[in-house]
């Protein structure tokens, strides 16, 4: 079946340390996305991806790394200067909006890595 | 500025009972809306999407949700609650053409006996 497969599903992060986020998909879309949860402030976006070797920033990418060298995957590097990194984070993936093409479609989400800081 | 709103944060429902959750976005054009279900420690799903035509979208678990240009809204309804639908509910939107979605801030559904 094809899906998005987000690992780990648990995440620890010492004081200073980058970690790093996978995220794979089997669907063949082109455009991805990462996702930052908190309790009652919904979903903000980090990073987006359209398309391979691109990739723009989002609402809240500050402290935050990424890069798109596959279409498949687009993993999510969690640097020492996000002060504030304990969060569950989603990735997504989608058919790329083009001209306002495919505006209708649906982001599909994987099941997300939740990260603490020990 | 486009947004999306969820007023309420939390319903406590019987089972059997009709759920409604509301929804109001705002957008200069009618924009593309969608609903998402979250079970715990799980990604979302969508229940359905909405971007013309038909005001009334039926989607999957029994759920639909009406479009109303006139309020800004596009809340979702169930006639008849099972204890499995206990989960978190978001409402999402997006202009023609944007690659990005907006969230609501969610809506928690407590299911009671």
């Known amino acids: 079946d094809g899906g998005i497969t987000q690992s780990p599903k648990y995440l620890f992060r010492k004081e200073g340390q980058n970690v790093t986020l996978s995220c794979e998909q089997n669907l063949n879309h082109d455009a991805m996305y990462w996702y930052r949860q908190d309790p009652g402030q919904g979903l903000r976006l980090i990073y987006y991806s359209q398309i391979v070797n691109d990739f723009q920033k989002g609402d809240i990418a500050e402290g935050y790394s990424v890069s798109r060298e596959k279409k498949e995957s687009f993993p999510l590097t969690v640097t020492s200067a996000q002060k504030n990194p304990t969060a569950f984070y989603l990735c997504?993936?989608?058919?790329?909006?083009?001209?306002?093409?495919?505006?209708?479609?649906?982001?599909?989400f994987g099941d997300g890595t939740r990260l603490s800081i020990l | 500025a486009q947004s999306v709103t969820q007023p309420d944060i939390h319903i406590t429902v019987s089972e059997g009972a009709s759920l409604e959750l509301r929804c109001n976005y705002s957008?200069?054009?009618?924009?593309?809306l969608f609903w998402y279900v979250q079970s715990p420690g799980q990604g979302l799903q969508l229940l359905l999407k909405y971007f013309s035509g038909d005001t009334l979208v039926q989607g999957i678990k029994g759920f639909e949700a009406e479009f109303k240009r006139s309020q800004s809204s596009f809340n979702l309804r169930k006639p008849s609650v099972h204890w499995s639908d206990a989960a978190e509910y978001f409402c999402?939107?997006?202009?023609?053409?944007?690659?990005?979605?907006?969230f609501g801030t969610g809506t928690r559904l407590t299911i009671i006996p």
């Open positions: 999402a939107g997006r202009s023609f053409g944007n690659e990005k979605l907006t």
């Open positions: 957008y200069g054009a009618t924009p593309y």
């Open positions: 997504a993936s989608s058919i790329t909006i083009y001209r306002g093409e495919n505006s209708n479609q649906p982001q599909h």
